[in-house]
Structure formats: structure tokens, C-alpha cells
């Protein structure tokens, strides 16, 4: 496996369960990212986590919890979620944070489905 | 001010035409403009960036013109190809640093032969 895996591609779920989306990079980067991307509307940053240590949280709402067990894997839990919380749920890395030339390298995300 | 505006929503062009996307911002202090390509069923990747100490940057068909005045930043792509059929996401950070990008809204790229 090469860049970064999002599983799973799919998922479908009711607003009373709890449910888990995974990201893996293989690029050897210290950055990891979650982003929100709903249609018509642009990418949403909502966490970043640099060398496993949370260094932005966008006010997301706490249905939302981010982990970071090394520079990865990346976890977001998911619990209590809305059917406004249905989108497309963004994975990125980059080999630094907040310094030049490096770019946001994305996994190919997970949809998500809140019934 | 954050918000980076795109235009258009969505675009048809003929095979080998030129496709031009606009961008626009407000925040003078944003000195890095990365264009993403996303394909269906796939993440947003890399295609250009630019920095505003220059006013144009060519990668094969790709270019972007950057108008620092008007706060301005284009998109264009000489000789589209079907292949080149996809979503254009502008997006425009401080130094470089991936962590602070705002990104525009898109434009859907459709290339008929």
C-alpha cells in the first residue's frame, strides 16, 4: 500500500450508533488531517495532528473525536451523529506542519451516510 | 477575511479547447495558491501552486496567472482532454503551511470530445 488509505469507503449509519473511520499514510509523514467535504461547499479543516500531539481543532462539535495513536494512523469516532454530518470525510498528511513546500497529500475519503 | 471565491461552479468545454477557471480572496496575507484535481471516487491531489512573487507558472498544459493587485488567481488548461474531466478545488494559505489553507468551492470540469 502506497499514500493514504481511508476505510471504510462507505458507511451508513443511524444517529444512535457509534462507528469509526480509519486513515493510514505510508508516506512517511508527521502531519495528519481530517477534512469535511459536504457539495457545493468547500473543504472543511477539522482536525490536525502533528507528530501525534492535536494542534487544531476548527470547533467541530464533540460527536466528532479525533485519535492519533502515531504519525500513521489516524481514527475519527463517531457517535450521536445528525444527518447534516453526511458528507464525504477527508483524510490528508503532509510531510510537515505549517512550513513550506509541503503539500496535503488526501486518501480517497469515507461516505458517510447519517440515516 | 478567509473566504476564497470560485468561479464558475461547473464548466463544458470542447476537446482542446482552453479551460479557465477564476479565483479570487480578500486576506492580503495569503501568499500560497495550490490548485487540487479530484477525481471521481478520489481525493483531492496537488496539481500547481504558485507564490505571488511571480505572475504566472506553466507545468505542461497547466498554468496559473496570479494578478496580486486585483487579487486574482487563475486556472488555465490548454488543450483540455477528456481525461482532464474532473473537480477544481482553488485554495489559498500562509507560507505554504498545509495546515491554514482555505479552499474555494469547486469547479466541475467536463472535456467533450
Known amino acids: 500500500e502506497t499514500g493514504v488509505t481511508q476505510t471504510p469507503r462507505h458507511l451508513v449509519m443511524g444517529m444512535t450508533n457509534k462507528k469509526s473511520l480509519k486513515c493510514e499514510q505510508h508516506l512517511g509523514h508527521n502531519a495528519m488531517y481530517w477534512y469535511k467535504q459536504s457539495a457545493k461547499k468547500p473543504l472543511e479543516l477539522m482536525f490536525v495532528?502533528?507528530?501525534?500531539?492535536?494542534?487544531e481543532n476548527n470547533s467541530v462539535p464533540s460527536r466528532f473525536s479525533p485519535e492519533c495513536p502515531n504519525s500513521s494512523h489516524l481514527f475519527l469516532h463517531l457517535h450521536t451523529l445528525q444527518p447534516e454530518d453526511s458528507a464525504l470525510y477527508l483524510c490528508?498528511?503532509?510531510?510537515?506542519?505549517?512550513?513550506?513546500?509541503?503539500?496535503?497529500?488526501f486518501g480517497n475519503g469515507t461516505r458517510l451516510t447519517v440515516t | 477575511q478567509q473566504q476564497v471565491k470560485q468561479s464558475p461552479q461547473s464548466l463544458i468545454v470542447q476537446k482542446g479547447g482552453i479551460s479557465i477557471i477564476n479565483c479570487a480572496y480578500e486576506n492580503t496575507a495569503f501568499d500560497y495558491f495550490p490548485w487540487y484535481q479530484q477525481f471521481p471516487g478520489k481525493g483531492p491531489a496537488l496539481l500547481i501552486a504558485?507564490?505571488?512573487?511571480?505572475s504566472e507558472k506553466k507545468e505542461g498544459r497547466f498554468t496559473i496567472s496570479f494578478n496580486k493587485s486585483a487579487k486574482q488567481f487563475s486556472l488555465h488548461i490548454m488543450d483540455s482532454q477528456p481525461g482532464d474531466s474532473a473537480t477544481y478545488f482553488c485554495a489559498a494559505g500562509y507560507g505554504a503551511g498545509s495546515y491554514q489553507l482555505t479552499f474555494g468551492k469547486g469547479t466541475k470540469l467536463s472535456v467533450i470530445p
Open positions: 490528508a498528511s503532509s510531510q510537515d506542519y505549517g512550513t513550506g513546500n509541503s503539500p496535503l497529500h
Open positions: 504558485i507564490r505571488p512573487d511571480v
Open positions: 495532528y502533528n507528530f501525534k500531539e492535536q494542534t
